[in-house]
């Protein structure tokens, strides 16, 4: 998964998952997610996570990280994105799809 220099450019809510669109590429996430700042965390679903996500339209990527336990995205103002891979938050299949600007698909 290739999105650093990459630029958040929308945030789409399809019933119970996001997907995060970077000016071509696109992550959808199916597991429960979270922003933190400093020492601050919000999760999906509390009060404020969707006015947290969308205020990171329009930042960098700086670096990804994908673990067995977690995908997290950082970006320029410091806040990141984290979703969990923990086998206990799987609601199906796959934890997240993300597809490339050829159209190409990985699953995790």
């Not at 992550?27 to 509390?46: C, D, F, M």
């Not at 009060?47 to 950082?74: P, S």
Request: net charge negative; charged share 20%; hydrophobic share 30%.
């Amino acid at each position: 998964m290739r999105l650093e220099g990459e630029q958040l450019s929308s945030v789409e809510y399809v019933q119970d998952y996001v997907q995060l669109r970077f000016n071509g590429p696109c992550l959808s996430a199916y597991n429960p997610h979270w922003i933190t700042s400093g020492q601050s965390k919000i999760e999906w679903g509390e009060k404020g996570y969707c006015d947290a996500l969308c205020r990171l339209i329009t930042h960098t990527v700086q670096k990804t990280k994908l673990t067995e336990r977690e995908l997290a995205i950082a970006f320029d103002n410091n806040e990141v994105w984290t979703m969990s891979l923990h086998d206990t938050d799987y609601r199906g299949s796959e934890a997240f799809c993300f597809t490339d600007p050829s159209g190409n698909q990985w699953v995790g």
